[in-house]
Antibody, heavy 122, light 108 residues
């Protein structure tokens, strides 16, 4: 079974750093891009960026470029999303998802991790 | 950026009803559209890919159609387990992906 398992909920103060993780199981982790998606409380889904663990090629949404860093460790099949200085506005659920591209111009997110809730509050 | 607009934002329907959700793209995206279902407190799940193809395991009461700028998700006979928020997502402008704002479906 292909699945992504994310790290647990975090409660942080503004200004702190944080790294959350997403571990892949049941498939060749190095051969599929991993997306990160933000969902603020009661809101919709926002694509943040993606990484190809095979060579760490990374793409960011302009909205998140410079705000977060996406990385991956292919030896452990784990992708990471990190912040150097959290803000209250980073409070959200964060999902990872595998990018599936079975053919040119066919592209979807499947499966998704269970989500990591990040709360930033003083 | 390609903007995706869903309507309605919320919808209340009875069990057995036919439910229609629409998604409009700000420019032509051909058939490069997926639909996801997010049940309360859960992660999203792929429902339909390439505008009209049902993901394995998705009940046949779900269907998708459309191309260009206008897309539709239909539930032919609403079931209690279909209570969720539904999101469309375009992939015409990879590596930039955008989602619709979501349609929250409730039982009347």
């Amino acid at each position: 079974e292909v699945r992504l398992v994310q790290s647990g909920a975090e409660v942080k103060e503004p200004g702190e750093s944080l790294r959350i993780s997403c571990k892949g199981f049941g498939y060749s982790f190095t051969n599929y891009w991993i997306h990160w998606v933000r969902q603020m409380p009661g809101k919709g889904l926002e694509w943040m960026g993606m990484i190809y663990p095979g060579d760490s090629d990374t793409r960011y949404s302009p909205s998140f470029q410079g705000q977060v860093t996406i990385s991956a460790d292919k030896s452990t099949s784990i992708a990471f999303l990190q912040w150097s200085s959290l803000k209250a506005s980073d409070t959200a659920m964060y999902y990872c998802a595998r990018r599936v591209v079975p053919a040119p111009m066919r592209d979807w997110f499947d499966p998704w991790g269970q989500g990591t809730l990040v709360i930033v509050s003083s | 950026d390609i903007q995706m607009t869903q309507s309605p934002s919320s919808l209340s329907a009875s069990v057995g009803d036919r439910v229609t959700i629409t998604c409009q793209a700000s420019q032509d995206i051909s058939k490069y559209l997926n639909w996801y279902q997010q049940k309360p407190g859960k992660a999203p799940k792929l429902l339909i890919y390439d505008a009209s193809n049902l993901q394995t395991g998705v009940p046949s009461r779900f269907s998708g159609s459309g191309s260009g700028t206008d897309f539709t998700l239909i539930i032919s006979s609403l079931q209690p387990e279909d209570i969720a928020t539904y999101f469309c997502q375009q992939y015409d402008s990879v590596p930039s992906y955008t989602f619709g704002q979501g349609t929250k479906l409730e039982i009347k």
